[in-house]
């Protein structure tokens, strides 16, 4: 070759990778998605199975054809949930069946075997289509005929056996209220539909304040079998199918969903005990007794669907039980949910990440290091970190009284029964008991330093002893003939002064009691190496519901980790604290000086530090630049979760300050700019859709703002996705907004709950 021309090409390709390099950027988010799903196939009515499907990403939802030869799924091994098809027969690999760059589920097959109904969620929320069933063609979405058209979720659709109609569920018919224990989440609930093939004829069959889901008709048509959470835990129902007489067909101690009717009339189901154990179970409609389908099966089984001639699918497969993440990172399962996907925006390709953790801080700049904590108290549980403060002493305290109680109790036998002192002890340790509770898990209770705590506890420390002294000089007034008055005043003194000691060992061993650090890790996402980085202790007076750490990144130059802590939950005035850890010194440093709710932090290149704090009483986002502090949004409302631009001149938060005060509120996200004279312009509202928006954080180049949205509803069914991976922010996807443009782009499609997304180079 010409040594010139090998030059020119060498240069070429040189300059080539290294401007690809150059321009590869990273997005990171977080995901409850689940791990290790794949299709299992039996051919003898379930009296074995195996893979059908052997792959690392997930494949769930099977079904088969009427005329046995195909099974249909869904697979996100392209990166997003779409249709794939299999032969029953042969070793041939799946392909995709139907071509769309969004959300496809949940198919359904007509008697004839001559149309697919399915979910997708292409026109933006989830709805129900019909399609031809071309097992060897590679359909469009375009060819699929929308059947619902509402702003609704709907799900779960099933072909009546003369083919003409399709029932199906939906939350179209309900408020979405507040979750009852998480205010930030949003719950649905669900009815069942029919309509006929041409989406016409709508009728709502059921109409109960839980989940009604997953239909399936008998085999004469005049019925529907469903499940529903209307009495507690979801279990099997029966209707006429125009949605008469419905009532309850199994008496089963345990939640049942997903039904199917087996050829010999028995119903199928899914049921589960936590998270780790999901089983197929059989029934006779209207009789007790319930028993597994299969034996020897994978920990998780779910959503089967049966024919005729013996064959079955269902999806599942082995709980992850890595041990090197159980408890430390997050949820169960590697670290990394699957990819990662490129996707392009702006002519630009870009990686993108799931991670399973709630809070993850994304890598410096120019390596594959993912920052997080852990601590004794890790993952759902956090808020319960108060327990800590009776752990140990209680327990002892409760064998202590019970044995004062028995001890006493049989030496006055005589004068007093010995039920009436093992009840009175019993009531005095559920009183002591109710008043912890009260005193560790009231909200105004939090706010409280470990020194304050420690001054009340010594006044309860006070009260009871004189409480005791008080019961003792009573026991010694009294006449010989009052043995039974007696020996009760006795008892009483015994008592106070045993809580007395509890209260006065919990004032003085309250910070050993809880005294637990935090953790830092480092894992690289490619090699899944994991190193400690370092140990983070708390301050000697902070109550240690909150010292849980809630929020973490990394600054945009990569030099330094900013992490929160705090209470999730906590109010205005509940200590939270903003920290850095530089990379390269190793040191830690406070960056807030408040005794309020400070935290949520984001630093830009030129210095400038924004932040949420509470300390007027409200929830605001403040500036500090060069020691300067600056309110900027000063009112009553919620404002959370702000980040600065890189360059400094942009800031977004989310708030609720469009919702009424008396209305849900839900958070949009706003932006403010920096203007000429150093000003802020008002708060824009840039984010669309109801429900909550919040998690916003800018692109490298400060053109885009990438957020996690409500705003699309729901794919699937609440009650079936719930159990799988505790998820009460139903749901979210994420979306990356063109400042200038006005662009938004969805860049998420499944029905996981994905949140808290990171752009970095």
Known sequence: MNPRIFLVAFLITLFSVNGLAQSKERIFYSSFSPQDWDIYLSKDSGKSFGKFTDHPSLDYDAVISPDGKWIVFTSERSGIPQLYI??????????????????????????????????????????????????????????????TKNPGGDFRPAFSPDGKHIAFSSDRGHKIVPHPQFPFARQRIGDIYSMNIMGEQLKRLTDSDSWDGSPVWTGDGSKIIFYSARNGDPTIFEMNSDGSDQHQVIEFDGPAVSPKLLKNGKVVFTTWKGESDFKIMQAELGAKEVTPLFSGSPDLMFNIDVHSDGLMVFHGGKYPKNQDTKGIFGFEGDVLTKGPDTITIADKPIQIFGVRRAFVAPPQVGNTLLFYDASDFQGFFDNLKPMGYSVFWLPILVILMFVAGIVSGIINRKSIPFWKYLLLCLIVILSGITVAGIFLFVDAINPMSINVIRLVMAILTLALVTLGWWFYKRKTLQKSNQKAVYRVSGLYSILFFGLAVFSLLCAVFINNLVHTAIHFYQVDYVSGEKKPLFVFDKEANTNPANFGVIDSKVTHDGKALLFTTGSFRGRPHTQGDIWSYDFQTKNVAKLSDSPYNDGFADLSDDGKLVFRSGRTGNFDIYLKTNGELTNLTNDVHRDNFPAISKQGDKIVFASDRLRKENEYKTMDIFMMELQADNSWTKPEKISRGEGQNAHAHFSPDGEWVIYTTEGFGINDEQALIQPIIFSPQMYGEIVAYNIITKQRIRLTHNKWEDGTPLWLK
């Open 86 to 147: 299999k032969p029953v027969d042969g070793d041939i690999p799946p392909r995709l069946l139907v071509k769309s760059n969004s959300f496809q589920d949940q198919a359904a097959f007509s008697p004839d075997g001559t149309q697919m109904a399915f979910v997708a969620s292409h026109e933006g929320n989830s709805e129900i289509y019909i399609i031809p069933f071309l097992p060897d063609s590679l359909q469009d979405i375009s060819n699929a005929k929308n059947l």
